[in-house]
């Protein structure tokens, strides 16, 4: 057991409820602060020093000059685990080519698929494994992560075996997905319909097997996989037994529906998300993902995040960080950006970086700074939590304690 403070603020984001909108008021900011730790949990939080008379024979980890806490970040959408660099598509698109030429020209999703393939082990680890410790120095300390640029059964096991590798390596909680239905890859012969189908039958009993992911993704897109096909290959990889996530609504509408008919964990993207689908996703437990760093990648409009959170939905930011629409990977500029363009409060911000995010990982004993819960946080060197989105991401993380053990 450890006493770790004094923290000039330590804004525990208790109390705060799942879904729909957050004033600033509504947060909990303890000034003084402790946080006690045991076993890796949050034994309690409290002002400082009473917890120091309360503890007399405690050991105490003194912390220098003024820090505020939040709970460690979630990132619950990325594409980290891949090969090459599409630096290429970011300065075409920027001088006006399309999708289409883009892909033609030797772009797009297939470029990475063919990189990641023809990448070794060791080398897509080691990229891998670099990722995770900028985004860990970031304060992120879980970090989802999908496969879908394997896109055959070899190379899709071999990213989620990587991914796993990975989590014996570091400290930062790792959830695989697979996303396997990124896109029917070009060398399958057949139809979209006989690829979801090899999917299932080829790729996710493996999966299964050997306990390599329990989640299950979908490009939902005109240029990906079409709505119906969609929805029973969603079915049935619920009667596999994995949990459902969607790209949804990206540039056309309509998927978000789906993904709440499924009883998806989460629909991602829902930027081109209509009036009449954001109710129906606000009434439903599917947690909008808001996915700013693919707005920004690609030019594209913000997902409504003010809309869908006035409309009641649970709404999480997450990066979406991969080589093609969104390669910047910084999580806390880009939900900053979405905050001063969607309006959003910092406490709405912090929720969908934290226990909302959590909540679409089906992960609940982080998120949130209280009792019982894993001694996740960061800590920044400033005398105000408002500073950390105020400054875009260019106020650096101090401390990163991850299951109350500082490894930043
Ligand atoms: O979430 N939208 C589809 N998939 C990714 C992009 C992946 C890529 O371009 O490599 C996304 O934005
Ligand atoms: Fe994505």
């Given at each position: 057991m450890?006493l770790?403070?004094?923290?000039?603020?330590i804004?525990?984001?208790?109390d705060?409820?799942?879904?729909g909108?957050?004033?600033?008021e509504?947060?909990?900011?303890?000034?003084?602060?402790?946080?006690?730790?045991?076993?890796?949990?949050?034994?309690?939080?409290g002002?400082?020093?009473?917890?120091?008379?309360?503890?007399?024979?405690?050991?105490?980890?003194?912390?220098e000059g003024?820090?505020?806490?939040?709970?460690?970040?979630?990132?619950?959408?990325t594409?980290?685990?891949?090969?090459?660099?599409r630096?290429?598509?970011?300065?075409?698109?920027?001088?006006?080519?399309?999708?289409l030429?883009?892909?033609?020209?030797g772009g797009?999703?297939?470029?990475?698929?063919q990189h990641?393939?023809?990448?070794?082990e060791?080398e897509?680890?080691?990229?891998?494994?670099?990722r995770?410790?900028?985004?860990?120095?970031?304060?992120i300390?879980?970090?989802?992560?999908?496969?879908?640029?394997?896109?055959?059964?070899?190379?899709?096991?071999?990213?989620?075996?990587?991914i796993?590798?990975?989590?014996?390596?570091t400290?930062?909680?790792?959830?695989?997905t697979?996303?396997?239905?990124?896109?029917?890859?070009?060398?399958?012969?057949?139809?979209n319909?006989e690829y979801?189908?090899?999917?299932?039958?080829?790729?996710?009993?493996k999966?299964?097997?050997?306990?390599?992911?329990?989640?299950?993704?979908?490009?939902?897109?005109k240029?990906?996989?079409?709505?119906?096909?969609s929805?029973?290959?969603?079915?049935?990889?619920k009667d596999?037994?994995f949990d459902?996530t969607?790209?949804?609504?990206?540039?056309?509408?309509?998927?978000?529906?789906?993904?709440?008919?499924?009883?998806a964990?989460s629909?991602?993207?829902?930027?081109?998300?209509i009036?009449?689908?954001?109710?129906f996703?606000?009434q439903?437990?599917?947690?909008?993902?808001?996915?700013?760093?693919a707005?920004?990648?690609?030019?594209?409009?913000?997902?409504p995040?003010?809309?869908?959170?006035?409309?009641?939905?649970?709404?999480?930011?997450?990066?979406?960080?991969?080589p093609?629409?969104?390669?910047?990977?910084?999580?806390?500029?880009?939900?900053?950006?979405?905050?001063?363009?969607?309006?959003?409060?910092?406490?709405e911000?912090?929720a969908?970086?934290?226990?909302?995010?959590?909540?679409a990982?089906?992960?609940?004993?982080?998120?949130k700074?209280?009792?019982?819960?894993?001694?996740?946080?960061?800590?920044?060197?400033?005398?105000n939590?408002q500073?950390?989105?105020?400054?875009?991401?260019?106020?650096n993380?101090?401390?990163?304690?991850?299951g109350?053990?500082?490894?930043?």
């Amino acid at each position: 057991m450890k006493l770790i403070g004094p923290f000039k603020q330590i804004v525990t984001l208790a109390d705060l409820p799942l879904r729909g909108k957050l004033s600033d008021e509504q947060l909990q900011v303890i000034t003084d602060g402790g946080i006690v730790v045991n076993d890796g949990k949050i034994q309690k939080i409290g002002n400082f020093e009473a917890l120091k008379s309360e503890n007399q024979n405690v050991e105490i980890e003194t912390i220098e000059g003024e820090q505020i806490v939040l709970p460690g970040f979630v990132d619950a959408h990325t594409h980290i685990c891949f090969g090459g660099n599409r630096a290429n598509d970011f300065a075409m698109r920027n001088a006006g080519k399309t999708y289409l030429e883009i892909a033609e020209s030797g772009g797009g999703i297939w470029s990475s698929v063919q990189h990641t393939r023809n990448a070794s082990e060791e080398e897509l680890l080691r990229t891998l494994l670099e990722r995770i410790a900028f985004l860990l120095s970031l304060g992120i300390t879980t970090i989802e992560i999908k496969s879908g640029y394997g896109l055959d059964v070899e190379n899709e096991l071999k990213m989620l075996r990587i991914i796993k590798k990975a989590q014996d390596q570091t400290k930062a909680k790792l959830v695989p997905t697979c996303l396997s239905a990124h896109l029917k890859p070009r060398d399958f012969e057949g139809s979209n319909t006989e690829y979801l189908n090899y999917i299932l039958t080829e790729i996710l009993p493996k999966v299964k097997e050997e306990g390599l992911a329990q989640r299950v993704d979908i490009f939902i897109e005109k240029s990906a996989f079409q709505p119906e096909e969609s929805k029973d290959f969603l079915l049935k990889t619920k009667d596999l037994g994995f949990d459902i996530t969607v790209h949804a609504d990206q540039f056309t509408p309509g998927s978000s529906r789906i993904a709440v008919e499924v009883g998806a964990k989460s629909a991602d993207h829902l930027e081109a998300t209509i009036d009449e689908d954001i109710e129906f996703l606000a009434q439903s437990d599917t947690v909008a993902t808001a996915l700013p760093g693919a707005s920004l990648g690609l030019g594209e409009k913000f997902t409504p995040a003010r809309k869908l959170l006035d409309a009641g939905a649970i709404v999480a930011i997450a990066s979406d960080w991969n080589p093609g629409s969104a390669p910047m990977g910084n999580l806390i500029t880009q939900a900053s950006i979405l905050a001063t363009f969607e309006k959003l409060t910092t406490a709405e911000v912090l929720a969908g970086m934290t226990f909302r995010a959590a909540y679409a990982l089906g992960l609940e004993d982080i998120g949130k700074l209280e009792t019982g819960k894993k001694a996740d946080f960061v800590t920044f060197k400033t005398d105000n939590f408002q500073n950390v989105l105020y400054n875009q991401g260019s106020l650096n993380a101090e401390h990163v304690y991850i299951g109350g053990t500082q490894i930043h």
